[in-house]
């Protein structure tokens, strides 16, 4: 028997809540949140000092459905998990990093609409 089916947002943010103000933001804040869990920390919704729009599962549920369609690839998401366990994204004047910063340009530009229509990004 299949688990239950994932929380829908709606396409607005939710009343009392704070929206973050670019998709940065907010992937840095649920990488956070997953070595939070990952540490053992109990994540919850209302628990934090800003209240967000959504929980980490939902922008992992993202992430999850735009890799299954093919417009994240596995390169996006080296570089997201990579730079985002840094808090600090890939600098494009960085020879090393230049590649990296076109990834995650890319990236964040996909995720983009699809957080802001679900109310989690202004």
Known sequence: MPGPLPRALPPFPLAGTTPFDSVEEAWFWFISAQEAKQAGARVKAGQGLIARPCEPSDILGVV???HRQRRLLRDHLLVLAHYGRRQM??????RREMRDHGLWVEALSILAPVLRGKGIVR
Not at 89 to 94: M, S, W
């Open 64 to 66: 999850d459905r735009l």
């Open 89 to 94: 994204a890939p600098e494009a004047d960085r």
